[in-house]
């Protein structure tokens, strides 16, 4: 049975004045999979997490979530589609002023009727998947840098989307945290089979948790499919950006 796509980018270009950032870039997002996207600092990542979420249009080309282009629909219809992605930022993004369950409610607060009571059983059940139930009243400041990036996630999970996207979750921890954040991706996926985008650096935790992986090379994706196809691909891109070499075609 063939694979399912839930996001596609179909030959998207997106420059910001001069910089060019993507350029004829296609990629496709497998429902029910993890997807991790690696590529050099400033290679357009987290660009790409934006254009799937439609907080950007690119310049040419389209970008489908479900089969419909999130680059020529209406904002209402935007706003439908919206509602099945979440997108967990890099540095979680909580307010400072709100404890973490006030943080992690605000996305059904916002956008739904629920009364309080079950918004807060559903807060509940987010930071219980994430293992932050004890931390309900806890304000941010108090939590240390891998609890804030969970704590993230229970805001992404908060709405049941079908569709995740984590902008680099595990950057600025420690290897402890980096597996915790890893194991919960992984845990996060498994218990709502829903679909996950992850930029990351993080190799160790990349192999442990995608199930494809894509490489983002001078605004266009240079090696995408299963895994360990890529890991084996003889491009010599890509080889010397998993080896971690100086010596190479990737410019240093």
Same mark, same amino acid.
Do not use: W
């Given at each position: 049975m063939p694979e399912r796509v839930i996001a596609r980018l179909e030959d998207v270009s997106l420059a910001?004045?001069? !910089?060019?950032?993507?350029? +004829?870039?296609? $990629?496709?997002?497998? @429902?029910?999979?993890i997807t991790c996207i690696v590529g050099l600092s400033g290679a357009g990542k987290s660009t790409i997490l934006r254009?799937?979420?439609?907080?950007?249009?690119?310049?040419?080309?389209? *970008?489908?979530? !479900?089969d419909q282009d999130v680059c020529h629909t209406s904002e209402r219809e935007l706003n439908k589609i919206r509602r099945s992605i979440s997108l967990s930022f890099q540095f979680a993004a909580l307010l400072d002023s709100l404890t973490l369950g006030q +943080?992690?409610?605000? &996305?059904?607060? @916002? +956008?739904t009727r629920m009364a309080g009571a079950a918004i807060a059983k559903v807060v509940d059940k987010a930071l219980d998947a994430v293992g932050l139930q004890y931390a309900y009243d806890n304000l941010p400041a108090e939590l240390s840098g891998g609890m804030l990036k969970r704590a993230g996630f229970a805001r992404?999970? *908060?709405?049941?989307? @079908? $569709?995740?996207? %984590?902008? @680099? &979750?595990?950057?600025?921890?420690?290897?402890?945290?980096?597996?915790?954040?890893?194991?919960? =991706? #992984? !845990?996060?996926r498994e218990r709502s089979s829903g679909t996950a985008v992850v930029?990351?650096?993080?190799? &160790?935790?990349?192999?442990?948790?995608?199930?494809?992986?894509? #490489? $983002?090379?001078?605004?266009?994706? =240079?090696? %995408?499919? &299963?895994?360990?196809?890529? !890991?084996?691909?003889?491009?010599?891109? *890509?080889?010397?950006? $998993?080896?971690g070499e100086e010596a190479g075609p990737i410019p240093i």
């Open positions: 910001f004045g001069e !910089r060019v950032v993507l350029k +004829n870039c296609s $990629l496709d997002i497998v @429902e029910g999979a254009l799937i979420d439609g907080l950007i249009k690119p310049s040419t080309g389209h *970008v489908y979530v !479900r +943080n992690v409610s605000l &996305p059904l607060v @916002e +956008n992404a999970i *908060v709405t049941d989307p @079908e $569709l995740i996207l %984590y902008d @680099e &979750p595990t950057t600025g921890l420690d290897p402890i945290s980096v597996h915790m954040i890893t194991k919960t =991706i #992984m !845990r996060l930029t990351s650096h993080d190799l &160790p935790s990349i192999y442990m948790m995608a199930d494809y992986m894509a #490489m $983002l090379f001078e605004g266009a994706i =240079i090696a %995408y499919g &299963p895994c360990d196809d890529v !890991r084996k691909s003889q491009n010599p891109i *890509v080889q010397q950006f $998993l080896a």
